[in-house]
């Protein structure tokens, strides 16, 4: 069975520093990656996907991930953060289509952003 | 317009009544599923339902009985419930036919409170 790691449960990065949240995953196949950002009170909101090709995806709102498989981490970033980025991060993988099309979601990583 | 809906987003009762979430998703998609995340914010998959079809249930108890009437449509009944139904239920749709695996849109979430 597949599951999620996010090793950081809070992290606290001051406005304009750069950002890096961390994801390890375990899967017995090429894994579907996903990273949802779930603002508070509100739903989750797909950031970026990874299916296959270029280990480095770009998504929405000025972040990037990068695939490793060596590492079996799929890590998000963001040069420069903004105070309107705090919110939950979530890691997911998503089971081949046989199964379902499950997801399975790390624990979160919750996101404080600094004046 | 919104692409998945969820009624009502809050939902407060008493231990032993029963309750229904309604969902509704508009975007043409075959497969829907439910979310619960727990005041942890762990996210974990309930069902999910394919063409009005249940094809998966992460053994859930019995009090909980998901029900598809059409492709756009997935509720969620609960019976006699219990203090730790208490959590934020989240719909999700996409679309499972092609062989691929395709992304999820989730609601904004229904946050259920037992008394």
């Known amino acids: 069975a597949q599951s999620v790691t996010q090793p950081d449960i809070h992290i606290t990065v001051s406005e304009g520093a750069s950002l890096e949240l961390r994801c390890n995953y375990s899967?017995?196949?090429?894994?579907?990656l996903f990273w949802y950002v779930q603002s508070p009170g509100q739903g989750l909101q797909l950031l970026l996907k990874?299916?296959?090709?270029?280990?480095l995806v770009q998504g929405i709102k000025g972040f990037e991930a990068e695939f490793k498989r060596s590492q079996s981490s799929f890590n998000l970033r963001k040069p420069s953060v903004h105070w309107s980025d705090a919110a939950e991060y979530f890691c997911?993988?998503?089971?081949?289509?046989?199964?379902?099309?499950?997801?399975?979601f790390g624990g979160g990583t919750r996101l404080m952003v600094k004046p | 317009d919104t692409a998945v809906s969820q009624t009502p987003k809050y939902l407060v009762t008493q231990m032993g009544n029963d309750k229904s979430i309604k969902c509704e998703q508009n975007?043409?998609?075959?497969?829907m599923y439910w979310y619960k995340q727990d005041s942890k914010k762990f996210l974990k998959i309930m069902f999910s339902?394919?063409?009005?079809?249940?094809?998966i249930n992460e053994t859930v108890p019995n009090r909980f009985s998901p029900k598809s009437p059409d492709k756009a449509h997935l509720n969620l009944h609960i019976n006699s419930l219990e203090l730790g139904d208490s959590a934020v239920y989240f719909c999700?749709?996409?679309?499972?036919?092609?062989?691929?695996?395709?992304?999820?849109?989730f609601g904004p979430g229904t946050r259920l409170t037992v008394l």
């Open positions: 999700a749709s996409s679309r499972l036919a092609g062989g691929t695996y395709n992304e999820q849109f």
């Open positions: 899967y017995g196949a090429t894994p579907y």
């Open positions: 990874y299916f296959s090709g270029d280990t």
């Open positions: 997911a993988v998503g089971a081949r289509p046989r199964a379902g099309n499950m997801l399975t």
């Open positions: 975007l043409g998609h075959d497969t």
């Open positions: 339902y394919n063409n009005k079809e249940l094809i």
